[in-house]
């Protein structure tokens, strides 16, 4: 009798195959199925961690970005964008009454409904001589509806000069953050000045007197003081080549002419326009004012591409000069 032994090959049957032992045959597949299940796991944790590692640094992009330049609102502009008379924030409206104010005359505040993205920076826009706020009304919601907080005031009397405008557009703004119904969507260390004829004059005043404000554009300004060495505000100065009020030769351009070389400042010239342009709906003063308070109110540089290169002349614009690129 022929006895096996165990792991011996069984005889093959004549013009049969070569046997093969059968435990070996079946440890080294265990073997080779365990190796590819330990390079798999590998596999799957080098590709969990490069997938993880990915996350992170994704993770670390977005905080980044968002460190770098926490105020900025809305989605990237555009031209088109920038020129719409609606900006993509819904808004909202609420009456100041002069009775319930000092300092100056109430107004009408705009403001972005949502408050999804949390505080926004803030405007004061002043009228001009004999005007009321309804003279530069258009400009509320238009700024507004771009992620800013509006304040077009009236003042105490339609007669007050430039400096009183001034003080008048600070009462504004400490009565906006400190005060008003929407204090809470404002971030108070984010404001600006506006304003037209005189309350273009107030807004240099203002800018002169609160070094603090990060933006001031005077549209069409009437001023008696033609030298401003001491702003330190960046500054957007409108003037338009058609006005007999307030000519450019005697207010805006000396005013442009007197800021300081190191300020963030530019002279925007209107090609065709009157004294009273500011005072309607206008695409080009909506678009680099917008573009101004962008760029200095909420530190947004993807504003810079409308204001830097210098914007050339055109049907529109008869001159603009500033310093590029922007250091604010």
């Not at 819904?90 to 009454?97: D, G, K, L, N």
């Not at 505080?119 to 258009?138: H, L």
């Not at 309350?199 to 001023?223: D, H």
């Not at 200095?296 to 500033?322: H, K, M, V, W």
Request: hydrophobic share 35%.
């Amino acid at each position: 009798m022929t006895v096996h032994q165990p792991n011996r090959p069984v005889p093959a049957a004549p013009g049969g195959p070569e046997p093969s032992p059968r435990r070996p045959h079946r440890l080294t597949s265990r073997l080779v199925r365990a190796g590819l299940a330990v390079l798999l796991a590998a596999g799957g944790l080098v590709a969990a961690q490069a997938t993880g590692a990915q996350a992170v640094a994704g993770t670390r992009a977005v905080a980044t970005q968002a460190a770098t330049n926490p105020y900025e609102r809305g989605p990237a502009p555009s031209n088109a964008s920038i020129e719409a008379v609606t900006g993509p924030y819904a808004v909202s409206t609420t009456t100041v009454s002069a009775l319930s104010v000092s300092g100056f005359g109430g107004g009408t505040v705009y403001y972005p409904t949502s408050t999804a993205d949390g505080t926004f920076g803030a405007v004061a826009i002043a009228p001009g001589y004999t005007a009321y706020q309804s003279s530069i009304a258009w400009l509320g919601p238009r700024l507004a509806s771009q992620g800013f907080v509006v304040f077009t005031i009236d003042t105490l009397t339609t007669l007050d000069q430039p400096d009183s405008r001034g003080r008048q557009l600070l009462a504004a703004l400490d009565y906006l953050t400190q005060s008003s119904s929407v204090r809470t969507r404002i971030d108070s260390s984010r404001l600006g000045v506006m304003g037209h004829s005189m309350g273009g004059g107030g807004t240099l005043e203002a800018a002169k007197s609160r070094p603090s404000l990060q933006a001031a554009i005077p549209l069409t300004a009437w001023n008696l003081d033609t030298t401003w060495p001491e702003i330190k505000t960046p500054t957007l100065i409108v003037g338009a080549d058609g006005d007999t009020i307030a000519p450019v030769a005697t207010h805006s351009e000396p005013f442009y002419a007197s800021l300081p070389s190191t300020l963030d400042k530019a002279y925007l010239e209107l090609r065709g326009a009157t004294h009273f342009t500011p005072n309607s709906p206008n695409t080009t003063i909506a678009k680099y004012s917008i573009a101004w308070l962008k760029r200095f109110i909420d530190n947004d540089t993807r504003y810079e591409q409308f204001l830097c290169p210098l914007p050339q002349a055109s049907t529109a614009i008869a001159q603009y000069q500033g310093n590029c690129p922007h250091t604010s």
